[in-house]
Nanobody, 124 residues
Framework: QVQLVESGGGFVQPGGSLRLSCEATGRAIDNYALGWLRQAPGKEREFVCTINYAGNSPTCAEPIKGRFTVSKDSKKDTIYLQMDDLRPEDTAVYHC?????????????????WGQGTQVTVSS
C-alpha cells in the first residue's frame, strides 16, 4: 500500500513556472516507479513524466520535453515536477502516481496508486 500526497498547484500566467511536490509513504516504496500524470477537462488522463526510486532515468512525454523536469530528493521519498514556460494547454489536474514492479514506466495503465491531484491553471 502506497500513499501519495501532492502539493504546489495553483494559478499562473502563460510563460510562468510552478513546482509540484509529491510525498510518497508506505511499505517497499523502492519497488515502485514514480510518476506524474495529468487530466484536463473533457480529456483522458495522460502521462507526463516518470522517474525511478533512486532518482535516475527521468523520462517525460515528448510534447513537454524541455519545459518540464522530474526529480527526486535523494534523502526523502519525495518527487518534484518543475514546470516552466507553462501554456494554457497545460491546464489540468496533476496526479502523482506509483506503479508496482516497475523502475520507470510511461504507460498510464501501469500506475496502480494515485494521489488526490492538484489543480494547475494557466491563463492570462
Amino acid at each position: 500500500q502506497v500513499q501519495l500526497v501532492e502539493s504546489g498547484g495553483g494559478f499562473v500566467q502563460p510563460g510562468g513556472s510552478l513546482r509540484l511536490s509529491c510525498e510518497a509513504t508506505g511499505r517497499a516504496i523502492d519497488n515502485y516507479a514514480l510518476g506524474w500524470l495529468r487530466q484536463a477537462p473533457g480529456k483522458e488522463r495522460e502521462f507526463v513524466c516518470t522517474i525511478n526510486y533512486a532518482g535516475n532515468s527521468p523520462t517525460c512525454a515528448e510534447p513537454i520535453k524541455g519545459r518540464f523536469t522530474v526529480s527526486k530528493d535523494s534523502k526523502k521519498d519525495t518527487i518534484y515536477l518543475q514546470m516552466d514556460d507553462l501554456r494554457p494547454e497545460d491546464t489540468a489536474v496533476y496526479h502523482c502516481a506509483a506503479a508496482h514492479g516497475y523502475t520507470t514506466t510511461t504507460y498510464k495503465g501501469h500506475y496502480n496508486y494515485w494521489g488526490q491531484g492538484t489543480q494547475v491553471t494557466v491563463s492570462s
